[in-house]
């Protein structure tokens, strides 16, 4: 009768000693860095791209600007901008008038000074905000008697942006959380060893 050699039993480790699983708290460091970092991208994105740029021109006077992105808009004014070492300061022209046309009709425009905005080293404040359902060639009047001064006309994104600031702090704190707990689960685990 063949004898079978003996099976050798599964190593088993040592009393107090388990073998180190690392797999999750690794996956959830690495996946609390990446979500961080895209909310920090999330948040910070939208908002520099709400404030940058914007069409200058001067005013009082007729400005055409072609419009593709069709959303909100809205008209700022210079009030402050540093140059060449100088601060200067413009306040709202108070008799200022905006009509903006678009294939010869006429568009509504709202008051809206409540929206600043800080681009580099000037300040803007908005006057109106209106609708541009279409693109194509918009053409905005400012009339009124003040001196020349530097207008813009951009996209009121700003609460689009806002909001899309939000959801990238929202990320960043499931990833700060996600993070948290993979280092957490990582220092139990080599506690526990």
């Not at 419009?67 to 009030?79: C, F, L």
Request: net charge negative; hydrophobic share 45%.
């Amino acid at each position: 009768m063949p004898t079978e050699p003996p099976t050798e039993a599964p190593a088993v480790p040592p009393p107090g000693k388990r073998p180190l699983r690392l797999k999750l708290p690794i996956a959830l460091i690495v996946i609390g860095l990446l979500l961080g970092a895209a909310g920090i991208v999330g948040f910070v994105l939208p908002l520099v791209s709400a404030m940058s740029g914007g069409e200058p021109f001067e005013a009082p006077g007729t400005h055409t600007v072609q419009i593709e992105d069709t959303g909100p808009w809205a008209v700022y004014y210079e009030t402050s901008t540093m140059s060449g070492g100088a601060f200067t300061y413009a306040p709202a022209p108070p008799n200022a008038t905006i009509t903006v046309i678009h294939r010869g009709q006429r568009l509504p425009v709202a008051s809206n000074t409540g929206m600043t905005m800080t681009v580099g080293s000037s300040e803007r404040q908005s006057l109106v905000t209106f609708e541009a359902d279409t693109p194509g060639e918009y053409q905005i009047d400012v009339m009124g008697d003040f001196p020349a001064r530097t207008f813009y006309a951009m996209p009121n994104k700003l609460v689009g942006a806002v909001l899309g600031a939000f959801g990238g702090c929202g990320l960043a704190v499931v990833g700060v959380g996600s993070l948290i707990g993979g280092i957490v689960v990582l220092i139990v685990r080599l506690a526990n060893r």
